[in-house]
């Protein structure tokens, strides 16, 4: 018996839609990286891009428990003398964010260039509006039991 390895002609695609309101940034974060890699198919192949399409609505309304809005720091060095910058999650959370759930969805897809491929599928929103109406997501159901 061989093992079945999924063709790139074979991989079908959805879209799908969450909202984030009032979600926790961890469990959401998880939900969405799983799609994003296809671990929800039975074809799932872990060398190949065979994830779904992920439209994130409401970013600027999610959640975070603790202290975590002043104590995560999100870092970052221009590789120059003094480029360091630092800023809290709640500073970047007012300013972009997009870009909040983007890094966490990041940090949990693979560090190489199949990372960058599924990132590439992921878009987030501010708003409740979204520019994806013609793909017809469907929405995602999280772990959580909730429909977002």
């Not at 975590?68 to 959370?93: I, V």
């Not at 199949?114 to 520019?131: F, T």
Request: aromatic letters at 6%; glycine letters at 10%; proline letters at 4%.
């Amino acid at each position: 018996m061989s093992t079945y390895t999924v063709k790139a002609g074979e991989i079908e695609r959805k879209w799908w839609v969450v909202d984030a309101e009032g979600a926790t940034l961890g469990r959401l974060a998880t939900g969405i990286a799983a799609a994003l890699r296809g671990k929800h198919k039975v074809a799932f192949t872990d060398h190949l891009d065979v994830g779904d399409a992920v439209v994130v609505l409401n970013a600027s309304k999610i959640r975070v428990t603790g202290r975590k809005l002043q104590q995560k720091m999100y870092a970052r060095h221009s590789g120059y003398p003094g480029g360091f910058r630092s800023e809290t999650l709640e500073r970047l959370l007012a300013r972009r964010p997009e870009e909040v759930i983007r890094r966490a969805v990041r940090g949990m897809l693979p560090q190489n260039r199949l990372g960058d491929k599924m990132i590439r599928k992921l878009y987030v929103y501010s708003g409740a509006e979204h520019p994806h109406a013609a793909q017809r997501p469907e929405p995602m159901k999280l772990a959580e039991g909730a429909t977002a």
